[in-house]
């Protein structure tokens, strides 16, 4: 499920920029070791588990499952650029949100078809994430933090100007309908919209997966570990950068387009700068570099900030904190790096 | 002319905020090597210490003394307690905890004092300064306070033993190790060192935009970029950056048409990316060059 039993970048070459071999948990490889069988078992029976599971679950628990998808799909995005790539991003808030508005003024002033929204929310987010990873190629680590934090910082304000507020809405925002399933399915909107988000993740997925298992993958990869060798062997740094911003912003946009879809509203202020450090928190906690990570990622941002509600409502925001802490504490690498060890106990090594 | 040197001195005295915090942001960097997110909240929660202890009647100026004295041994606590178990763990996961840290203080602030504005003595006073409306005593005092601060550190890490041992902490860990340097307590050092002034910082201007469990959000972004704007390696670049960061903000307020006041910060922001594009280091910040 991962590619990093094929990362042949060796640090051989000389010291490596400062930070660069820390901001990846290295060999995050759960269970590449585990050999083909259990690997394959586990993605199929997940899989079939999330075939069913609406069948058996209440409305509201599928829309909050289909949540955990769209979040997980903008997860790996943004894994794509930090795990694969090693640039930073806290502007990820800002792809999701031009997503989720093209979707909207798509389907309510255009007449679009849903569907038809995702490929178009993808493109015009891999077209500005292209072009915003350009100037974004002379900056690194916080330099890099800070520029994507403008981003984020700028997006709701934009979204709230009046010249626009003729397709955004302004403050208010745009309503959605909810599409009904097709084909005389017999299904209701909420588990008709949770498998199209499974499908459209799926697809997603074997995509980021193949992608990073490629040639591609190890050029990315390659950069991250040592910018400097690899555009001695050839790779061309400013383009791969500039393209896995665009891809990155891809996934994004097409996570933020679902998520407008299946929660029927689009506003301004649902896409600050929380968002990006959720998207962040959700990575780290799934395993940077790790994509199926992503899965527990998106329910970690979910779930966790109700759980610590239910524990202390005057309290809530420490509880949050420390949770997250603890997570930190027991598996310092997220998700990936706690399997992998588990994996390593259990085979005894 | 006239409302140019107006917004400027105006912008220099909110600048003067953003200054302080970018000092304090600018030490913790040289300390750990990256930006810490819940430094504004640890400030913030400092200076309700601060508060505290003047409402159980402790002069102002003992109040001052004990709530550094006290953020001093709390920041070396909390890199002992949090950070020192996970020293090993990814970057990434440092920041998660940083956000994780700031979500922790901000609640227990918001969950011990409640969330209403509450006001804080200025020890300089509010009248104004040399008869000019703009700038008041407080503000004043605050630029002044910042500079000696600032001049208390060139000559700590220029000019003692200590101060020393902590820039070589920072720039070669191992090296360091080798010649009798303790790292990770210089690096605990610095987390006291850094939120001593924060809460320095915290108490300058929690007069100007009231005590509250909030407050220091929008700050501690403006001294991020203040220090970033100045060179994250050069505390004077910092305090600068934060004074260029007041000033901007203000003129793009005042001089761009219809969009100028509702996107202050993101064009502030705008700006300080442009700089960086070109002087990727930072206004002022050491070019760190890598042998290879």
Redesign the interface.
């Known amino acids: 499920m991962s590619a990093h039993e094929e990362t042949v970048v060796h640090h051989d070459i000389g010291e490596s920029p400062e930070g660069a071999e820390r901001l990846i948990a290295k060999p995050a490889a759960p269970e590449a070791k585990a050999g083909l069988q259990l690997r394959h078992f586990v993605f199929v029976a997940l899989l079939v588990l999330a075939f069913v599971l609406p069948a058996f679950t209440k409305n509201f628990v599928v829309f909050q499952l289909t949540q955990t998808m769209v979040y997980a799909i903008a997860i790996v995005g943004l894994n794509l650029l930090t795990g694969f790539n090693g640039q930073f991003s806290l502007g990820h808030s800002a792809f999701y949100a031009v997503g989720a508005y093209t979707a909207a003024i798509l389907m309510e002033q255009a007449g679009l078809s849903y569907v038809w929204t995702l490929p178009v929310a993808g493109i015009i987010c891999f077209i500005l994430g292209f072009l915003f990873g350009l100037p974004a190629l002379r900056l690194e680590g916080v330099y890099l933090a800070l520029a994507t934090f403008a981003l984020a910082a700028a997006t709701p304000q934009i979204l709230k100007l009046s010249p626009l507020e003729h397709w955004t809405g302004g403050v208010q925002g745009i309503v959605i309908t909810k599409p009904d399933a097709p084909f005389g399915l017999p299904l209701n909107q909420d588990q008709w919209l949770y498998y199209f988000t499974l499908i459209v993740g799926l697809i997603l997925y074997l995509a980021a997966r193949n992608l990073v298992t490629s040639r591609t993958g190890r050029a990315l990869m390659a950069i991250r570990d040592n910018p400097i060798a690899a555009r001695s062997m050839g790779v061309n740094t400013s383009l791969y950068k500039a393209s896995a911003f665009g891809l990155s912003a891809f996934y994004t946009g097409v996570a933020g387009a679902l998520g407008a879809i299946i929660v029927q509203f689009v506003a301004p202020d649902s896409f600050t700068l929380t968002l990006s450090i959720g998207f962040l928190v959700g990575l780290v906690v799934g395993g940077v570099g790790w994509l199926p990570g992503a899965l527990f990622g998106g329910a970690f941002l979910l779930f966790v900030p109700n759980i610590a509600e239910n524990v202390s409502k005057g309290l809530s925001g420490a509880v949050y904190g420390l949770l997250l802490i603890a997570i930190i504490y027991v598996m310092p690498s997220g998700l990936a790096g706690f399997l992998q060890l588990i994996v390593s106990k259990v085979r005894g090594k | 002319m006239e409302l140019f040197i107006q917004q400027v001195l105006a912008g220099i005295s909110t600048g003067a905020i953003y200054a302080c915090m970018a000092l304090a942001v600018v030490m913790i ?1 040289q300390a750990i ?3 810490n997110f819940a430094q504004g909240e640890m400030a913030m929660f400092s200076t309700f210490i601060a508060w505290q202890l003047i409402e159980k009647c402790v002069p102002y100026w003992l109040a001052f003394v004990l709530t550094v004295i006290i953020s001093f041994i709390g920041g070396i606590a909390i890199e002992r307690i ?1 950070f020192k ?2 020293e ?6 440092h ?3 940083f ?10 602030a ?2 011990i004092w409640d969330f209403t504005v509450k006001s804080f003595p200025s020890p300089f006073g509010s009248a104004p300064l040399f008869g000019s409306s703009l700038i008041s005593a407080h503000q004043g005092g605050m630029v002044a306070v910042t500079l000696v601060l600032l001049l208390l550190l060139y000559g700590f890490f220029s000019f003692t033993r200590v101060g020393l041992a902590m820039r070589a902490a920072a720039a070669n860990p191992a090296s360091s190790r080798l010649v009798g340097i303790r790292v990770s307590w210089m690096v605990a050092l610095g987390w006291g060192m850094a939120t001593a002034l924060g809460s320095i910082a915290g108490m300058l201007i929690a007069p100007v935009v009231f005590l509250e469990p909030n407050m220091m959000i929008s700050i501690l ?1 403006y001294g ?2 203040g220090a ?1 704007l100045g060179g ?1 390696t050069s505390p004077g670049g910092a305090v600068l950056g934060g004074f260029a960061v007041g000033v901007i903000e203000n003129l793009a307020g005042t001089y761009i048409p ?2 100028g006041s ?2 202050k ?2 064009i502030a ?2 700006v ?2 442009v700089v ?2 070109f002087k ?1 280091a ?1 206004l002022f910040g050491r070019v ?1 060059v ?3």
């Not at chain 2, 956000?99 to 227990?108: F, M, T």
């Open positions: 960097y090597d990256h930006l949090v178990p996970i090993n763990a990814p970057v990434l996961s920041v998660v905890i956000i994780a840290l700031y979500s922790v203080i901000n609640s227990a918001g969950f972004l991020f970029a970033v994250l219809v969009v509702e996107l910060l993101p922001l705008v300080i990316v960086l594009v990727p930072g760190v890598s042998r290879v």
